[in-house]
């Protein structure tokens, strides 16, 4: 065949072979965006992508298990484990990264609710963005409406922290971004959060305390200026040293 020296190589695909992790980073760096392990990056994943960095974790992940020195290919437990972790990162405990905000219908304030409302416990999942180990607890959200605060269902509230928590956080910074988002989507006149968690970095690793849990608030609008409205959501929520 021959071949003109100057014509373009291969125009039909001029990115193949670049990885899929890296035309996303690179869209992310186009737009000035920011991609911590916290940050939703949905905005810059095309349809099928998807599925294609998955795979891409899946190499990866088996690397991993080679440097472990882990036979993967006797090992009947370990054969699909690059698989599973890739599958369990980027479909499930970290999907708050990939994909868009859940959709929550807002409802306008007809019956003109402005008394303190306690959403809680919700049970919340999470991995701390320092050792990927789990983060789980419980967080209680109040709500102080006004005639024009949009209502959503109380079963949203837990779709948009599982939508926040989904990502490697640091628990202090969580709080602020589900604060953040609750904010914007119905805009109270006041909003309070308080999560409580155990960070399984302390049980399973470095310290070895297994009862170790942090505790954290967030305050915003009047909850910040009213301190007997912020007692009142306090004490409604459930003695949280409880154990089970
Ligand atoms: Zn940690």
Same mark, same amino acid.
């Not at 001029?14 to 996303?24: L, R, T």
């Not at 599925?51 to 437990?77: A, C, F, R, Y």
């Not at 971004?177 to 999560?195: C, N, R, S």
């Given at each position: ?39 939703n990056?949905?905005?810059? &994943?095309?349809? %099928?992508?998807l599925? #294609?960095?998955?795979?891409?974790? =899946? ?5 991993? +298990?080679?440097? !472990? ?9 370990t ?13 499930? &405990?970290?999907r %708050?990264?990939?994909? #868009?905000?859940?959709?929550?219908? =807002? ?5 003109? +609710?402005?008394? !303190? ?37 109380l ?16 628990q ?34 470095g310290?070895?305390d ?35």
């Open positions: 065949m021959k071949t003109d020296p100057d014509a373009p190589l291969t125009p039909a695909a001029p990115d193949e072979g670049v990885p899929v992790s890296v035309k996303i980073r690179q869209r992310i760096l186009a737009a000035r965006k920011r991609f911590h392990a916290n940050d990056i949905a905005d810059f &994943v095309e349809p %099928g992508e599925e #294609k960095l998955l795979d891409e974790v =899946e190499v990866k992940m088996q690397g991993v +298990l080679d440097s !472990l020195v882990i036979d993967t290919v006797s090992d009947h437990n054969g699909d484990t690059a698989r599973r972790v890739a599958k369990m990162y980027v479909n499930e &405990v970290f %708050g990264r990939y994909v #868009k905000p859940p959709t929550i219908t =807002e409802f306008p304030n007809a019956e003109h +609710l402005n008394e !303190l409302m306690i959403v809680g416990p919700i049970t919340v999942r999470s991995a701390c963005s320092h050792h990927f180990c789990p983060v789980i607890g419980k967080v209680w959200i109040g709500v102080m409406p006004n005639e024009h605060t949009n209502v959503i269902g079963s949203k509230y837990a779709r948009l922290a599982e939508w926040v928590m989904g990502r490697p956080q640091i202090e910074e969580a709080v602020i971004q589900l604060a953040d988002l609750i904010m914007e989507k119905t805009q109270p006149d006041g909003l309070a959060i308080v999560m409580e968690a155990s960070h399984y970095c302390m049980a399973w690793r310290v070895k297994m009862d170790s849990r942090m505790i954290n608030s967030v305050m915003r609008g009047v909850f910040l200026k009213d301190a007997a409205l912020r007692r009142e959501f306090l004490a409604l929520i459930p003695r949280r040293t409880d154990r089970s």
